[in-house]
């Protein structure tokens, strides 16, 4: 089984940063892919950020292209999420995830298995 855990999340004003973390079980960062989505109050989970565990590319969401920046350390099972210039509308649910399927970036939620209990982001205005 596969552990995740998020930590960083909390209130911010709007242009405000924060960083995300997920800290992960040993096996997640063997041959798993790893992402981040998002789920605003009665909306659906949305993809946000992932990477691959074969070539380390990385795939964004357009509307926070040159915002975001997705990345893991390896010796200390962590995933990052940075996330700059934060708009209300960005208030959601953010939860790590990992993916068997380590071959390519995965941006589908439903290509995940593995998710983490999420943290609260909420961005004011």
């Known amino acids: 089984q596969v552990q995740l855990v998020e930590s960083g999340g909390g209130l911010v004003q709007a242009g405000g940063s924060l960083r995300l973390s997920c800290a992960a079980s040993?096996?997640?960062?063997?041959?798993?892919?790893m992402g981040w989505f998002r789920q605003p109050p009665g909306e659906a989970r949305e993809f946000v950020a992932a990477i691959s565990w074969s070539s380390g590319n990385t795939a964004y969401a357009d509307s926070v292209k040159d915002r975001f920046t997705i990345s893991k350390d390896n010796a200390k099972n962590t995933l990052y999420l940075q996330m700059n210039s934060l708009k209300p509308e960005e208030t959601a649910v953010y939860y790590c995830?990992?993916?068997?399927?380590?071959?390519?970036?995965?941006?589908?939620?439903?290509?995940?298995?593995?998710w983490g209990q999420g943290t609260q982001v909420t961005v004011s205005s």
């Open positions: 995830a990992a993916t068997s399927l380590w071959v390519g970036v995965r941006v589908a939620s439903n290509e995940y298995n593995y």
């Open positions: 040993a096996r997640a960062f063997s041959r798993y892919g």
